[in-house]
């Protein structure tokens, strides 16, 4: 991509009138033929309709996009674009990172489950990601409260790696409570998400960004988690990747783990420790 290309597309990637998976099939488009020379009235009207169109244009017309230089955008055509990631469908044309962008090309697994965690889940969730970060694994996670942080932290005790996919910018962290894990993350590891760094969360986002943290890895772990819960989401997006999906065994009357039981009963592989997960790939035993 040139100068111009990048440009435009940080412009449609400031649009908070377009999804993020909008945006990912317009670039899909876009790869299928030339639109670079249109107009920018000329590209909008060949990818919105006609009511969205003025809405579209004005944000695009109003909006400069900056960022610190300690933020890297990578696009999808560059070289250090995770090579997972680009498998997808959706996948991300942009990513914002800030922190060590090798774990980019690092072999990962994803660690996701309930935000009110019981003690039994949160030390399941302290010994698979400690005993993955002992074995060079990166941990992938989305840094919400609950089992996403407590995988987070372990790895980061571990002196491991970990990648923390937002819902938001990467300079808007939320929770807020996490503002502090965050930057021990940017230091120690990696913050990245799909939206404009000074993006505030939206509701919409977080189901958005579970298709990343599936898509950056070998498999998902899923750790707790209730029968409607948005682990089981990502689940369900990790299959479609045809990617690995686990589960860690719980209580069978406690709401919780009726998740990961039934992702269990449907064929997840179940998970007691971090050889359950690596003799997946790798056919050996720590």
């Not at 440009?7 to 449609?12: A, R, V």
């Not at 469908?89 to 090798?102: M, R, S, V």
């Not at 998902?220 to 990617?243: P, W, Y």
Request: hydrophobic residues 45%; glycine residues 6%; contains cysteine.
């Amino acid at each position: 991509m040139d100068l111009k290309q990048r440009n435009i597309w940080l412009k449609f990637a400031s649009c908070k009138s377009i999804s993020a998976k909008k945006r990912a099939v317009i670039w899909q488009k876009l790869t299928e033929a030339d639109h670079w020379e249109m107009t920018m009235e000329t590209f909008v009207e060949a990818f919105f309709q006609m009511d969205k169109r003025a809405q579209i244009l004005s944000e695009i017309e109003t909006t400069e996009v900056f960022f610190d230089e300690d933020i890297t955008p990578i696009w999808i055509l560059d070289d250090n674009y995770p090579v997972l990631l680009r498998e997808i469908y959706e996948a991300p044309p942009i990513l914002f990172c800030k922190g060590d962008i090798a774990l980019l090309q690092k072999q990962a697994i994803a660690i996701v489950g309930t935000r009110q965690m019981s003690e039994y889940g949160r030390k399941a969730c302290v010994k698979i990601a400690s005993e993955l970060a002992a074995l060079k694994l990166t941990i992938v996670s989305g840094m919400a409260i609950g089992i996403d942080t407590t995988a987070h932290k372990a790895t980061l005790n571990k002196k491991g790696a970990t990648i923390a996919v937002l819902g938001s910018g990467v300079n808007k962290i939320y929770p807020r409570k996490n503002e502090l894990l965050a930057k021990e993350i940017a230091k120690e590891g990696l913050l990245l998400s799909e939206y404009l760094p000074d993006e505030e969360a939206r509701r919409w986002y977080f189901p958005e960004r579970n298709r990343i943290i599936s898509g950056l890895t070998m498999g998902t772990v899923i750790i707790e988690a209730a029968e409607r819960s948005g682990s089981l989401i990502t689940a369900d997006i990790a299959l479609e990747q045809n990617r690995q999906v686990f589960a860690v065994p719980g209580n069978i009357f406690i709401d919780t783990w009726k998740g990961t039981n039934y992702l269990i009963q449907e064929g997840a592989k179940l998970v007691m420790n971090a050889n359950n997960i690596i003799e997946e790939f790798f056919q050996i035993k720590p």
